[in-house]
């Protein structure tokens, strides 16, 4: 029986965190284990997390007594599944993330017998929309796009603090429907398996094969952008990524980034400095392997 590791990366909203651990102790896999990161300085989330799974054996809880962000804190928790559990299969899971069918994980493998996928993506739906997140398109397809994009992100900062980018925006697509940016194909095919696409960074599952030949994600020190990087990755490496329809997982989609930012201009303002950060990475990464 093959090592299963699901790494929970924990913020702030601990209620989603436990209803992602219990739907994953809920499925019918024996050989897993739950490695929950406290992403999270605050002492109270630690207690909340301790009160209910200290006794179980199942699970192991890693504080990092800071907020290490995406990339990193994942990658704490990769590398305990991979060093202390030999994991065969490591699962990066955002805490907002809840399985509904029992047998997941017997599907997963049995998926990856027969295909021999490197990273592995399920239909992910929101519980926001009910819309299908899986796969994702790739805009940040080019140097010339990425150095767009980061231009803009940057005018967006900017009128953020003016308060004015929301109004801004508004205004151009009136004036300018047509955008010089590429702009997300809305005719994704949700329905059908997909290789070589990019997945949804909310969940994701990694193969023997890739975790004997990495340790996690790119170790950004941003949010935002770990999907892309980690797309641009697969498709440098040249790494099998798989979109398999016919597993699924829910998403409350932004609940911690909710929780602490609310849903305006802080929010907007968090999500374009972060972007700025992560796509020149992003460049760097293109640079070096032209």
Known sequence: MAKFCFVVLHYKTWWDTIDCVDSILDTTYLDKHIIIVNNDEDDFSQKKL???YSSNNTVTIIDTQENLGFSRGNNIGFMYA????????????????????????ERVIEKDHATHFHIYGPKIISTVDDRDQNPRDELYDS???LENFITNFKRLLWLNYLHLDVWLVSIKKKLFPKSKLPSYNKNIDHENEQWDVKLHGCFLIFSKEYILNYDGLYPLHSMQMEESILNFIAKRDGLKTCYDPSCTVFHKEDSATNYVYG???????FYYKNCIRSSKVLLNLMKDDE
Do not use: C, H, M, P
Request: aromatic share 8%; proline share 0%; hydrophobic share 40%.
């Open 143 to 145: 140097i010339e796009n």
């Open 263 to 269: 849903k305006g201009v802080r929010k907007r303002r």
């Open 50 to 52: 301790l009160e209910a």
């Open 82 to 105: 991979k060093q202390q559990l030999n994991a065969e299969y490591i699962v990066l899971s955002n805490n907002d993330i809840f399985i509904g069918t029992k047998d997941f994980i």
